[in-house]
């Protein structure tokens, strides 16, 4: 056999003889860089551990050297401070108070020198804290570092500042802090500034961003908070207050009707349907026909202040699903005016007594909405009264097409209602008046038709800067003319839900008038607001269900 053709012996790499020794080195080079690893990641923890100990134990002793620790912090329980001062009580008198506020900002300026500003109801006072004896450096800190809108506990000394504090609205004052407790921490994260909720619209489109109706609706509870806000929420009380107060002096009873009800008995299809058991049950349009039932029930005169559901589709500006109504209806001896002229009383008491008592809340709103002081009333105190075609004249004399109205087919606009309204001022310098003899044709069945001409009836709308805030007429009180006037409007008196209302006047019933307000509206037309949701506590209309 020939050199060339023995059998070659494999390279040992070929055999992997020497793959073994090699695989063996690089794992004991894996092994010893993973023990470096190892050790390297426990002296890292060793010295981070040592760190944290030194830093806890440099704290304790900051703390076990804090003179101030028991001045601040959380509320302690058995906190023995003076009793609190609202910022409206503070005098110029240098003396210690306590309150209770929110913190409307917080920043710390050195080591030694913090700032809040302090919220209550809109009302903001600057608050200081300066390093001395025995104001440590921690409780600086602390202080400067409060969370927004957190409510705090703070006792300190009332002083007058060098320079007006011009970022608050109490400017000429300030609380030099003693002592200061979180009682509750808010969020560190709002969703939305109480700050940027405040800030006037602006003139222009150039003006400062501000937070738009949308968002501050959705989290109202934070835009209730500003001033402005809290201002308007004044006015909403007392337009409820006074109006209360002029009924109960004339009289008036205070009745509570229901707002769950068996029948849409007013005609129409706006009205909310709840599952009530078995059956559909409604929500109530108005308590229109429970007051004239209180009348039938010989209480003469009677109010309410309670809910009032429309299932409208409206989404303008003055228009609300579920509304707050101001409601009356009251008896009288010869002539539906003689109500009237107590409506026409009511109202002028109740938007004169609004300009006396609230003046202050009056003045933060214009700032942010300017109309809000220059509510015309009557010169003389007495309501301005034009008859509906004397309105329908005024309109022609300017021009509007008034053909339709002529003809008593429709009542006016709100286009019509609010030229007629600025006319009006121009011409009698009120914007607050009434308009009296509307159209039979655009009223309720249950309206008493004007004995002299049947095309009018003796019905009254109120309006205000020349939209409508009030509804009212003299009540049909026979129960022929009644069920005849349901039916020339297309209702069945056989229909469910009007048998308990027509019964009352089977029994007989005196003459009686009265008239269903919108107290938002009211809120809303005074102020000059630009929606009526401002001056809605938390408004529903079709779009909002909350909050």
């Not at 500003?117 to 450096?137: C, D, F, N, T």
Request: charged letters at 25%; hydrophobic letters at 40%.
């Amino acid at each position: 056999m020939a050199d060339s053709e023995l059998p070659t012996r494999p390279k040992p790499e070929e055999t992997g003889a020497a793959a073994a020794p090699a695989a063996e080195g690089d794992s004991k080079n894996a092994s010893k860089n993973a023990a470096k690893k190892a050790a390297k990641e426990k002296a890292k923890a060793e010295k981070a551990a040592a760190r944290a100990a030194q830093e806890k134990a440099q704290a304790a002793a900051q703390e076990a050297n804090d003179t101030a620790k028991h001045l601040y912090g959380k509320l302690p329980e058995s906190d023995d401070a003076n009793p609190t001062t609202r910022f409206t009580d503070f005098t110029d008198e240098e003396k210690e108070v306590t309150v209770v506020a929110r913190v409307d900002n917080a920043r710390v300026q050195s080591a030694k020198l913090a700032f809040l500003m302090l919220r209550q109801q809109g009302q903001k006072i600057q608050a200081v804290i300066a390093a001395a004896e025995p104001i440590s450096r921690q409780m600086i800190k602390f202080t400067g570092g409060l969370n927004v809108n957190s409510i705090v506990k703070v006792t300190g000394l009332i002083k007058k500042p060098e320079i007006p504090i011009s970022s608050a609205t109490i400017q000429h004052l300030e609380i030099h802090i003693r002592k200061v407790y979180m009682i509750s921490e808010a969020a560190q994260m709002l969703p939305m500034q109480v700050k940027d909720a405040e800030r006037p619209p602006p003139v222009d489109a150039d003006g400062a961003p501000i937070v738009t109706l949308k968002t501050r609706l959705d989290n109202r509870v934070l835009d209730l908070q500003t001033e402005t806000s809290q201002a308007i929420t004044w006015i909403s009380s007392g337009v409820a207050q006074l109006f209360s107060e002029y009924m109960i002096k004339s009289g008036s009873r205070w009745i509570f009707t229901p707002k769950l009800v068996g029948a849409a008995t007013e005609g129409g299809s706006n009205v909310f349907e709840v599952k009530y058991f078995k059956r559909t049950g409604y929500l109530a349009q108005s308590p229109q026909l429970y007051k004239q039932m209180c009348i039938a029930g010989d209480m003469e005169n009677v109010f309410e202040i309670a809910p009032v559901f429309r299932a409208e589709d409206s989404n303008t500006h003055r228009h609300l699903t579920e509304f707050a109504g101001l409601d009356f209806e009251k008896t009288f001896d010869k002539h539906y005016h003689e109500v009237l002229e107590f409506a026409e009383d009511l109202l002028v008491f109740i938007l004169s007594q609004l300009k006396e008592r609230y003046a202050a809340q009056i003045a933060t709103i214009q700032k942010s909405y300017p109309k809000a002081g220059d509510f015309k009333l009557p010169k003389n105190g007495k309501a301005l009264r034009l008859n509906y075609m004397d309105g329908v004249a005024l309109l022609k004399e300017a021009g509007v097409d008034m053909s339709e109205q002529e003809r008593f087919e429709n009542d006016f606009s709100t286009a019509m209602e609010k030229q007629l309204g600025q006319i009006i001022r121009d011409k009698y310098d009120t914007d607050f008046y009434v308009l009296d003899k509307f159209p039979m044709a655009v009223r309720p069945f249950y309206t008493k038709a004007d004995p002299s001409d049947a095309r009018f009836s003796n019905s009254y709308d109120f309006f205000m800067r020349g939209e409508e805030i009030m509804s009212g007429a003299q009540r049909i009180n026979d129960i022929a003319e009644l069920e005849e006037s349901m039916r020339s409007k297309g209702l069945d008196p056989t229909q469910e839900g009007f048998e308990d209302y027509l019964n009352a006047f089977r029994q007989g019933c005196p003459p009686h008038a009265g008239g269903g307000l919108g107290m938002n509206r009211i809120v809303m037309f005074f102020l000059g607001l630009p929606n009526v949701r401002l001056a809605s506590l938390f408004p529903r209309d079709p779009q909002r269900l909350r909050p």
